[in-house]
């Protein structure tokens, strides 16, 4: 079964300080991963999207790194501001379908 | 450059009446479309699918309805609603079945 699990569910940390956001999935055949931002109460809006033979891809702060070996993908946030506190979904798509499969996110909240 | 509308943000309505979310997009033509269904603490739930007018794939059997009446136009309805319907609906659009989807602002549901 297609499957994206997301840890942790949720995250406390101080501004200015990193961390690392957690994605593994068991789609296949796979064609690529995708990093979204979802403020509350707001549509998603992507960071990132990585192929299979992408490794690391940068969006400003936003670093994702994508193991097709292991099914496994990152997200790390560097020097993190309060704007940064969001849910993060991790959505993977399966090669010729239409259907994504989505991660049912990380909640991070970033306190001052 | 391409945008999504979709409105009204917030509806309130009683169990058992109609609804009617509506989306379009602008700055694009033959776009997939997607009505998204979004749970508090899971993931989006794909409801309805899109790739060009009349063409409507169904996800989910449910008491709801799409259609598209024109090529960037995407309507959700429901001819009675009831209580399950609540959450947080996002429509968004593709270029394809690989292309990046891009999220509508959301509408957010609640059947008393």
């Known amino acids: 079964k297609n499957q994206v699990e997301q840890s942790p569910q949720s995250l406390i940390i101080l501004e200015g300080k990193n961390c690392t956001l957690q994605?593994?999935?068991?789609?296949?055949?796979?064609?690529?991963l995708r990093w979204y931002k979802q403020d509350t109460g707001r549509g998603p809006v992507s960071l990132t999207i990585?192929?299979?033979?992408?490794n690391t891809k940068s969006n400003g702060r936003y670093t994702a790194t994508l193991d097709a070996d292991t099914k496994q993908s990152s997200l790390h946030i560097t020097a993190s501001q309060l704007s940064d506190s969001a849910s993060y979904i991790c959505?993977?798509?399966?090669?010729?379908?239409?259907?994504?499969?989505f991660g049912s996110g990380t909640r991070l909240l970033v306190r001052p | 450059s391409q945008t999504i509308h979709q409105w009204p943000a917030t509806l309130v309505q009683p169990v058992g009446s109609p609804l009617s979310l509506e989306c379009t997009v602008e700055g694009t033509s033959n776009p997939n479309l997607y009505w998204y269904r979004q749970a508090a603490g899971r993931g989006l739930q794909l409801l309805f699918y899109?790739?060009?007018?009349?063409?409507i794939s169904s996800e989910v059997p449910q008491n709801l309805s799409a259609s598209r009446p024109q090529d960037r136009q995407f309507i959700l309805s429901s001819k009675k609603l009831l209580l399950s319907d609540s959450g947080f609906y996002l429509c968004a659009w593709s270029d394809g079945e690989a292309g990046e989807l891009f999220f509508g602002e959301g509408s957010r549901l609640t059947v008393l």
């Open positions: 899109s790739v060009g007018i009349g063409q």
């Open positions: 959505v993977v798509s399966a090669k010729s379908s239409y259907k994504l499969i």
């Open positions: 994605c593994n999935y068991t789609v296949t055949p796979f064609s690529n």
């Open positions: 990585m192929t299979f033979s992408e």
